[in-house]
C-alpha cells in the first residue's frame, strides 16, 4: 500500500497570500495525484488530478506540480473561501490511499 | 445530472450490523469502480472499501477486513456496504464515491454511522 504524508499539517496564512501544500507518496505514483477540497459539513470536492489538472470550474488560482513522490498544490492568491482542508490521494495503485489532510486556516 | 445518493444513516449497538446503499443516476454505472471512505468526527478521510466495475475485484482496508462487504448491482446502478461487528471506532459520515479514473470525481453527500450502546 502507498502511503501519503501530507505537510504541514495546518498552515495559517493571511487573505491574498499565497499558499504551498506538500504531498509525498511513499513509491512513485507517476503523475497520478489528485488534490481535494473538503470544507465541513461537506463531501470532499475534487480540485486537481494527473497532478496538475484543475477539475472542472476549479478557479486558476489553484495549480498543482509533481510527479513521482513529491506534488504541491499552490493557491496563488487566498480568497475566503479557500480555507478549508486539502487532501492529497494516488490512484495509480488499489487502494486509492489519501493524505492525512493539510488544515488551510485564516492567519 | 451526475449523482451519488447515500442511504443507510442510522444508530446501531457495538456488534451490530447495518447496510449502506449508494445509488447512482446520470451515467454508466457499470463502466465505473466505486468506493467507500468514511470520515469519524473531527478526523480526516479514511479509505474503506472499493469495487470494480464488474464486481470482480474487491479490497478492503485492514481495519474493516473480515467485517465488511461491499457489492454492487449494476442492474440497479447501485452499490452496497455491508457491515457487521460495528465498534465505536466505526462510528463515521461514510462516502461513496466514483472512480473516474483521474481520481474521485463524483461523490455522495454522505450517511452517518453511529454505533452506541
Known amino acids: 500500500e502507498i502511503v501519503m504524508t501530507q505537510s504541514p499539517a495546518t498552515l495559517s496564512v493571511s487573505p491574498g497570500e499565497r499558499a504551498t501544500l506538500s504531498c509525498r507518496a511513499s513509491?512513485?505514483?507517476?503523475?497520478?495525484l489528485a488534490w481535494y477540497q473538503q470544507k465541513p459539513g461537506q463531501a470532499p470536492r475534487l480540485l486537481i488530478y494527473v497532478a496538475s489538472t484543475r477539475a472542472t470550474g476549479i478557479p486558476a488560482r489553484f495549480s498543482g506540480s509533481g510527479s513521482g513522490t513529491e506534488f504541491t498544490l499552490t493557491i496563488s492568491s487566498l480568497q475566503s473561501e479557500d480555507f478549508a482542508v486539502y487532501y492529497c490521494q494516488q490512484y495509480n495503485n488499489w487502494p486509492r490511499s489519501f493524505g492525512q489532510g493539510t488544515k488551510l486556516e485564516i492567519k | 445530472e451526475v449523482q451519488l445518493v447515500e442511504s443507510g444513516e442510522g444508530l446501531v449497538q457495538p456488534g451490530g450490523s447495518l447496510r449502506l446503499s449508494c445509488a447512482a443516476s446520470?451515467?454508466?454505472?457499470?463502466?465505473?469502480?466505486m468506493h467507500w471512505v468514511r470520515q469519524a468526527p473531527g478526523k480526516g478521510l479514511e479509505y474503506v472499501s472499493a469495487i470494480s466495475s464488474n464486481g470482480g475485484s474487491t479490497y478492503y482496508a485492514n481495519s474493516v477486513k473480515g467485517r465488511f462487504t461491499i457489492s454492487r448491482d449494476n442492474s440497479k446502478n447501485t452499490v452496497y456496504l455491508q457491515m457487521g461487528s460495528l465498534r465505536a471506532e466505526d462510528m463515521a459520515v461514510y462516502y461513496c464515491?466514483?472512480?473516474?479514473?483521474?481520481?474521485?470525481?463524483?461523490w455522495g453527500q454522505g450517511t452517518m454511522v453511529t454505533v452506541s450502546s
Open positions: 513509491q512513485s505514483v507517476n503523475s497520478n
Open positions: 464515491a466514483r472512480d473516474g479514473w483521474m481520481g474521485f470525481d463524483v
Open positions: 446520470g451515467f454508466t454505472f457499470s463502466s465505473y469502480a
